[in-house]
């Protein structure tokens, strides 16, 4: 039968992640699974996104908003987590159980994993979400070790729970000395997985490319994952593309949003 | 009732298309819905060579609509022809071909290329672009080029139907309906996006690297409405109303002003499935509204 990739589906919940107020508002949300006999959110993998347009959302804001896929199971739902940076995050924050959301995915690759390979996951701020679950899957197999940067309080985030399960170090930021600081960090670290571990990263664009550069500088590379702005999600309006050194300018939502950082000119 | 519509040799299921560049080349729609049920499928516009198109940022959110600058960023016609047209379902769902070019010869031998797919059903000739050779106004924005372009069109396009599709960024849209009809033009579509810009008073940057960008969505609806209503009562050629159509009453507002048949565009964005979710209400919308015939129901607006 014809599985449309896009449901509507009710919020189950909405958990604020730490205090809110100057530090940030932060959540998780959680949305019905439709996986249920659905392949496609059987076989999801970190990485992927969804594109996430509630009801109330009217016609302003006009368009979905992407969001990595932090877990989905039976169990939790379909879980991402957000900051509030704007209009559409705002609305989101303003969800109540049982409101009514259009959502489709999984969309675009995922995460490279390679059991055995010693793997370092690099996150900024909120771009931790997607290695929530790469940690549950992958940290009995792999050697694995996520380094977090972050300016908001610890408990914004989902660390606590990755920190159970792997090596996992956070780094905050609270002044410029601590950003020189943790780019020195990254360059200690890095060199260590180039060339033959796995270096995922997703964060900021500036953080990314500074995970780019120093992955080439000890000859090797990284996994970025991109978050340009979006309209479809799906590859249709171009929208969103970044510059492939080989295929010109490739759409983030259907050929990414993980690149090799090598391949692409940030 | 029967949802059947024809126009210009083409019979579609219902009056629902999709609009070029914002339903990929279809194929990317597939996970959304079956492409058989729309009326229509026009794809992304293209021309001889793939084009690279715009530097990024190319999109920007505005009240209820979105601007764009693309710059027909595609993979050009061929490519689209050998890769992508055998797996959509022309052979049930008419696929419009949709095409870009700078210069009228150039327009002939894209027209003949497309004309001679079987897969394609009918071409729709985007004239929103810049005409190299006389400075860089747009082709649609002179009767005299728009004339120009149908005809080298409509000269190769051999029995292929030809749709023009009108930019309504023009001071009279009737005028340039009835030059591109006297052409030759065997139906037209319109609007295109409307010219505008958005900036940012706090970076003191424009939102799009392009600077100008085309305005869609539902915030253009009733620009759209009065360009259709007013080409419908200056032409005698079907015409396909496009512009910010989100929901099945949108689809008969256009009917009602005069179209044939319509394009769902920006609203592919709203929700991926929103298409097929309009073909799916719209016979229950004009039952309840007791519409039951497009031939009387067309162009019947009191006004
Ligand atoms: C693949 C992908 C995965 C993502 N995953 C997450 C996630 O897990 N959690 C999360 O919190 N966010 C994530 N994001 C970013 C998230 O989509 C944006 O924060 C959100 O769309 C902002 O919507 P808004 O309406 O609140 O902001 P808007 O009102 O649209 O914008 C507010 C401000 O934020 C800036 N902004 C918004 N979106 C972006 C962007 N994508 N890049 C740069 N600047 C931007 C705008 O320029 C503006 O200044 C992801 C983005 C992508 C593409
Ligand atoms: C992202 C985007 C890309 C577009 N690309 C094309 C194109 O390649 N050729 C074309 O004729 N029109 C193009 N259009 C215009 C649409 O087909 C349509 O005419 C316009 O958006 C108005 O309809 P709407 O409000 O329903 O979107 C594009 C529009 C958008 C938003
Ligand atoms: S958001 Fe439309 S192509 Fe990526």
Known sequence: ?266 | MDMTVSFAGLTLDNPIMTASGTFGYGVEYMRFGDLERLGALVVKGLSLAPRRGNPMPRIAETPAGMLNAIGLQNIGAREFVEKRLPSLPWSRTPVIANLYACAAEEFGDLAAYLAEQPGVAALEVNISCPNVSEGGILFGQDPRLAARVTEAVKRRAGAKPVMVKLTPNVTDIADMARAVQDAGADALSLINTLSGMAVDARTRRPRLANVIGGLSGPAIKPVALRCVWQVCRAVSIPVIGIGGIASAEDVLEFILVGATAVQVGTANFIRPDLAFRLVDELPALCAALGVDSWDTYRGSLKA
């Open chain 1, 1 to 266: 039968m014809f599985a449309n990739a896009c449901q509507d589906v009710t919020v189950r919940r909405l958990t604020r992640l730490g205090a809110g107020g100057a530090q940030g508002d932060f959540f998780e949300l959680a949305l019905d699974f439709p996986g249920a006999g659905d392949t496609a959110w059987a076989r999801w993998r970190p990485g992927q996104f969804v594109m996430i347009r509630p009801e109330s959302f009217g016609l302003d804001p006009l368009m979905g908003r992407p969001f990595s896929i932090a877990r989905a199971d039976e169990e939790h739902g379909v879980c991402v987590c957000f900051q509030v940076v704007g209009r559409g995050t705002a609305k989101l924050a303003a969800l109540e159980p049982g409101d009514r959301v259009a959502m489709w995915g999984p969309l675009g690759n995922a995460f490279a994993a390679r059991p055995g390979a010693p793997t370092l996951l690099l996150a900024g701020g909120i771009g931790i979400a997607p290695f929530l679950e790469y940690v549950k899957r992958h940290s009995s197999a792999a050697d694995l070790r996520l380094v977090f940067g972050h300016r908001p309080p610890l408990d914004c985030y989902p660390f606590a729970e990755m920190a159970a399960l792997a090596a996992c170090e956070a780094h905050r930021e609270t002044c410029p000395e601590d950003l020189h600081a943790f780019i020195a960090l990254l360059g200690e670290v890095i060199p260590q997985y180039c060339p033959d571990g796995l270096i995922l990263a997703c964060g900021p664009l500036p953080f990314l490319r500074t995970v780019g550069r120093l992955a080439g500088e000890a000859g090797g590379r990284a996994q970025l994952s991109l978050e340009n702005r979006m309209a479809c999600g799906i590859g249709a309006c171009l929208g969103c593309v970044t510059e492939h050194k080989e295929h010109g300018p490739l759409s983030v939502c259907a050929r990414g949003p993980v690149f090799w950082s090598d391949e692409i000119t940030l």
